[in-house]
């Protein structure tokens, strides 16, 4: 998730126009792309990732990002989107600690939530988040939506790494406690 360092993910209208990216970010993503095989997005993240990866925008963009995100698997869930054009990608739209707990029972690599904050709250609800990996970015926006809003309690995390980046970015990871 890239934050504000006065806490929002987005800024009004769901605008993300302030995400500091540069090639050492870019690396970065890469890399963590390497590590994973799936990666899990709500609905309104799912249509901003496949209206911009599988282009010819996107491709031209960052060609190494969209060669993995076009090519991992994806797993998207809504209750309003019934199919989804974005090669090998599947939709579900009920059981989303079901669905997650037989994922993370499968061998392979990492699964990652991209964006998607109410799809993290219904994760952290279930007890299928494991990790959150915020980059606090050098900005602030004054008004947008916290990362977490709508929580019903307080969670517990543990930091177990930080990076500071090059352009003021720092990333925190942090273990959810259960």
Known sequence: MMLTVDGYFE?????????????????????????????????????????????????????????????LRKIVFSHSLANAAWHNTEVHSTDVGEVMRKLKSQPGKDIAVFGSSNLCITLLKEKVLDEVRVIINPIALGNGTSLFQGLDHPYKFTLTKSRTFNSGNILHVYRVVT
């Open 11 to 71: 800024g009004p209208n769901h605008d993300i126009s302030w995400h500091n990216v540069d090639e050492e970010f870019n690396n970065f993503a890469i890399a963590q792309l390497d590590e994973t095989d799936t990666l899990v997005f709500g609905k309104r993240t799912y249509d901003l990732m496949a209206g911009f990866w599988p282009t010819k925008q996107g491709m031209e963009a960052e060609p190494e990002t969209a060669e993995r995100m076009n090519r």
